[in-house]
């Protein structure tokens, strides 16, 4: 847990009312690209829209409201008003974007994503999330994400957040959490969200 930020960042109190102000955002993917930071709100649009989706299954996991807030310098802070917590995030995108360098597919694409910032070193990352933010993995398995990065990475956890699906229904994705006191275990939900983002469900992925 980090120090509380300073009064002027702003906290998103109500998760249903940020959803439809991302409808736009999330159904243009060039927002989710271009990263440039939301008007009046210092995050991209991609970080926003992940610590969204974080902190809609992290409600449903912990049972009481769990949001996340601005920061003028890193990317968001995932906060727990009830505990008084507040946890800073460090974002790596592995999205595909058109003329930009092409990735692998399958769990390659996350683990390569995860190593850029483990690269960085253990100052970096300490008391940190690492969130990764990708799409175009096809099939992957997160074991092998949580074998290659077991006992090498600082963060206090690693949320890996895909899309799975999108169009006129809605749009799905999956949160999956990787910690090291997890040991051989990782968790995954998966986000609904119906066609006119004004609704969204969480359900845990067992398999």
Known sequence: MTP??????MVIKDLKVALKDFEPMVKNPKHLWNGRDIQNFSLRPREAW??????AVLSKLRGRSITFMEDDVGDGFIVDREKSG??????????DIPKG???????QRVIDAINLKIDKGADYARNKL??????????FYRNKIRESIYGRHNFEAVFCVGLLNSGPTGYSYTVTEFRDSF??????????????????TVTQ???
């Open 4 to 9: 509380k930020p300073i009064l002027k960042n």
């Open 205 to 207: 992925v067992m398999a």
């Open 50 to 55: 992940a610590n969204w989706l974080i902190s």
């Open 130 to 139: 690492l969130v990764v933010f990708f799409d175009g993995a096809r099939e």
């Open 86 to 95: 507040i946890f800073p995030t460090e974002h790596v995108s592995a999205l």
């Open 101 to 107: 360098r092409k990735l692998p597919t399958g769990e």
């Open 183 to 200: 040991e051989e275990q990782s968790i995954t939900h998966k986000v609904e969200i119906n066609g006119d983002f004004t609704d969204w």
